[in-house]
């Protein structure tokens, strides 16, 4: 048995024997791509275990997630702090292993995987980041950033259609530095994947404009390093290289089949793949000479220092580049950010500007843009509705023409509202770029998955959403988003934002802009709205998420709560009543919520029991605030077709229906 197949099956006794103490979990994936990680992180990944952030290693994602202990053998193998005791924790609560990779656990995962495909669409994502930010910041013989994206996935990845979506714009984009190995088994959890999965994936890649590296013995070093070499080499088109495999290589009365997926081998099953390898150490036990052929501490301390020498020289040459460059990898805002962006929303709010929040997202993106050359917008096919193209931004793929230009900061990403968001995701765990994308509130329903894998990792991507009700009008319920705002709220750790004006549009774009570890869903509407005068006083509280817009002499009789274009028909309706009424709108329940409960009292006192809430939306998540005994006028089923004045009167969305629910809650 050679060196490179002892080294390999120190990946599927750590994966085997993990899955069996767990009594849970993937030896198969793990056990079959084995072979495959040993060649790319002993030949070819550039990487220090001792500092899994250094700007310019590659990039590794396991898109086939459930395969997790492959990624937690070789970076526990390489000298990550990953130590043998978490390895024995797998899928254990509060261990660095869980079942699935997740960002922020173990050192060394670049991002979470698990829902087959976005694994491969973060690292679409990470490939574009470091070729837009090898663009800005490579100069003439200064090469700071140039790295590779290199992805394990499986059929399932393959399967799902997410997958076409970016892997066709990689194609387009021409992202030379994403190489993909495709763990061409045969198996999925149902079996043998011929029946529901036939395509020609070769000739399906090489339509996207893949170099498609096709029928690799996947348990052959030599054949493996071929392609990653041939791979390396073309740098005009990402890579596709079809790895032949066997899913639970070395098991022998299990390999080949499907029940070896998804389930442990058992201990007559390990018993026999010990003894077929030659395996004789007992579970958990690793030979010194096995960890001296996986340790990468001492090339990847090298690898970084002859970097940090490159980037020592470029900032002698470049030192407002190179000060740039490390204050956006760190994340960072920059120095002046707090009281330009102050300035901007005062500005914006002495403009007094009516107009549809879309428009207003645009106003604030001229106001913020400037300062944050970080930003990488884009929308899905739908620029000139989402308003997301600001003076300062510059195509990356411009329609007039096929030359790509990645010094620019915006993408057309085309119908794609799921794999752009997943790319964006990517582009931010890569560091460097504060990616933004836009489509219609309603496909967020498309992207959704996305957007719970962003919340879940705590990352900074905005997700822009315009005609965000049924305000949108003619093209009816399809395109009418009803219950898609308080579904977003319920995402955990998702930083929501619905504006009623101008004002309010920044100060939500102020406050992405400002959430590091937080995703936030910006929505704004088609129709145009009036400007709110606010005093200084009032326009500070804004940021907290819900304040008093309107208030009344004395203790109120009833308070109206409402978001986004109902807050003008609040507004009326108090002006309309006989009863002190207070006005509070709240474009953001999950900022309002994070407030201290003095902050909240005193916008909601809870002596005022009378309570309203105005929203086009599904109404049932206002409960918390109005209580059971409250009053909402919104929706509670789709919309209809039609201009958007007669859709509002017709489902009672009006300033007479606020009256009717005042009166009814103070009766």
Avoid at 35 to 55: G, R, S
Avoid at 552 to 572: F, M, N, Y
Avoid at 642 to 649: H, I, K, Q, S, T
Wanted: proline residues 5%.
């Amino acid at each position: 048995m050679s060196s490179r197949s002892v080294l390999a099956n120190a990946i599927r006794v750590l994966s085997m024997d993990a899955v069996q103490q767990a009594k849970s979990g993937h030896p198969g994936a793990p056990m079959g791509m084995a072979d495959i990680a040993e060649v790319l992180y002993n030949d070819f990944m550039k990487h220090n275990p001792q500092n899994p952030a250094w700007p310019d290693r590659d990039r590794f994602v396991m898109s086939n997630g459930h395969a997790s202990m492959l990624p937690y053998s070789v970076l526990h193998l390489t000298g990550y702090d990953l130590p043998m005791s978490e390895i024995r924790n797998f899928r254990q609560l509060h261990s660095k292993t869980p079942g699935h990779p997740e960002y922020g656990y173990a050192p060394g995962i670049e991002t979470t995987t698990g829902p087959l495909g976005q694994g491969l669409s973060n690292a679409v994502g990470m490939a574009l980041a470091e070729k837009v930010m090898a663009a800005q910041f490579n100069r003439d013989s200064h090469a700071i950033v140039d790295h590779f994206t290199y992805v394990f996935l499986g059929d399932g990845c393959l399967m799902e259609g997410i997958s076409h979506e970016v892997c066709s714009l990689a194609g387009t984009l021409k992202l030379g530095k994403l190489i993909c190995y495709y763990d061409d088994n045969g198996i999925s959890i149902d079996g043998d994947v011929v029946g529901w999965f036939a395509d020609d994936t070769p000739k399906r890649f090489e339509s996207y404009g893949w170099q498609v590296i096709a029928n690799v013995d996947g348990h052959d070093a030599d054949a493996i390093k071929a392609a990653t070499e041939q791979a390396q080499a073309e740098t005009n088109k990402p890579t596709l290289i079809c790895c032949k495999t066997v899913i639970g290589k070395g098991a022998p009365n299990k390999q080949g089949g499907h029940n070896v997926h998804g389930e442990p081998l058992g201990a007559d099953e390990i018993a026999a793949t010990r003894e077929a390898m030659g395996w004789t150490l007992p579970p958990f036990e690793i030979p010194d000479d096995v960890y001296a052929g996986w340790d990468a501490k001492e090339q990847g301390a090298a690898a970084e220092a002859e970097w940090n020498t490159r980037f020592d020289a470029y900032k002698a040459a470049y030192p407002t580049e190179a000060a740039e460059f490390s204050r956006r990898m760190a994340g960072d805002l920059p120095e002046n950010w707090e009281q330009a962006a102050n300035d901007a929303v005062k500005s914006i709010a002495e403009q007094a500007l009516t107009q549809a929040t879309r428009a207003s997202s645009k106003t604030a993106l001229n106001a913020f843009g400037p300062l944050l050359p970080e930003f990488l917008g884009g929308s899905a096919d739908l620029t000139p509705s989402n308003n997301t193209f600001f003076s300062g931004s510059k195509y990356i793929n411009s329609n007039h023409g096929t030359d790509k230009d990645f010094t620019g900061n915006y993408l057309s990403y085309g119908v794609r509202e799921f794999g752009m968001s997943a790319i964006m995701n990517g582009v931010t765990l890569h560091g460097g770029l504060m990616p933004y994308g836009a489509t219609f509130l309603m496909f967020s329903e498309y992207a959704r998955n996305a957007l719970r894998m962003a919340a879940l990792m705590k990352i900074r991507s905005i997700f822009v959403y315009t005609h965000d009700s049924i305000g949108l009008g003619e093209d009816g319920p399809t395109h009418q988003a009803v219950e898609q705002i308080p579904t977003l709220r319920m995402i955990p750790n998702m930083n929501v934002w619905r504006a009623c004006d101008a004002v309010e549009s920044a100060v939500s774009w102020k406050s992405a802009i400002e959430k590091k570890d937080q995703p936030s869903c910006l929505i704004f509407s088609r129709q145009s709205l009036p400007h709110v005068e606010r005093d200084a006083a009032t326009l500070a509280n804004v940021s907290k998420g819900g304040y008093i817009i309107k208030d009344c002499a004395g203790t109120p009789d009833v308070i109206v709560i409402a978001t986004g274009s109902e807050v003008q028909l609040a507004l009326e309706a108090a002006e309309q009543s006989p009863k002190n009424v207070r006005v509070v709108s709240m474009p953001s329940t999950i900022e309002f919520d994070r407030q201290d409960a003095a902050y909240k009292e005193s916008v909601l006192p809870a002596a005022v029991t009378a309570r309203v809430a105005v929203e086009a939306a599904i109404m049932d998540g206002w409960y918390k605030y109005v209580g059971i005994n409250g009053a909402m006028v919104g929706m509670t089923g789709f919309g209809e077709s039609a201009p958007a004045p007669e859709l509002f009167e017709y489902f009672g969305i009006t300033t007479k229906a606020v009256l009717e629910a005042i009166e009814q809650v103070t009766a």
